[in-house]
């Protein structure tokens, strides 16, 4: 119903560097460019050229984490791009502490892919991650309830986040680290 109240989606945040272009045009582009077809050099000519934050999404391997760190990456996403791109790929999960401890502070840490619920928001900050995104819950509620379904889905997570807080020890967010993960796990 939203798409015959407002129209065909648009990429916004691509419509001033594309005037001319249709919004089909727009989004097959998109859709050309995020197929995992960026090179190394690709990036870093996009990070020589582009000034503000650059995050390089996708990292699953320690080597690519140092890879995007040389180039001048802000950030990095440990995303397997929920296993959509090449099924069988390596979890986020699995990747992420290997490539944190490659890391080592030096540049934030997002991590993308399997997160549902509270507690996996805090395995993942427990695995390393210094933020964490997450689509799908967010998605399913605003489209089942608008921004009220979005509150609630946030207002779930806050509790489920404080629950295997409390029962991790750990009184706030700077705390969870790996011993969380052994507490967890019994």
């Avoid at 916004?12 to 090179?39: C, D, F, W």
């Amino acid at each position: 119903m939203a798409l015959l109240r407002n129209g065909m989606p648009i990429t916004a945040n691509l419509a001033p560097y594309a005037a001319k272009a249709t919004q089909v045009e727009t989004a097959k582009t998109m859709i050309l460019r995020s197929g995992g077809s960026h090179t190394w050099d690709e990036l870093k000519r996009l990070r020589d050229r582009w000034k503000r934050a650059f995050v390089v999404k996708g990292i699953l391997h320690p080597h690519d984490a140092e890879r995007a760190v040389a180039l001048g990456a802000d950030g990095i996403i440990v995303s397997n791009h929920g296993g959509r791109q090449l099924d069988g790929v390596l979890s986020s999960a699995r990747a992420l502490p290997a490539i944190a401890q490659a890391i080592d502070g030096r540049i934030p840490i997002l991590a993308d892919g399997g997160i549902r619920s509270g507690l996996d928001v805090v395995r993942m900050l427990a695995l390393g991650a210094d933020f964490v995104l997450m689509g799908r819950a967010w998605m399913y509620a605003m489209a089942a309830e608008g921004g009220a379904g979005v509150a609630h889905v946030l207002k779930l997570l806050d509790a489920e986040m404080r629950v295997a807080m409390a029962l991790t020890g750990c009184t706030n967010i700077g705390e969870i680290d790996r011993s969380a993960l052994a507490a967890t796990s019994d």
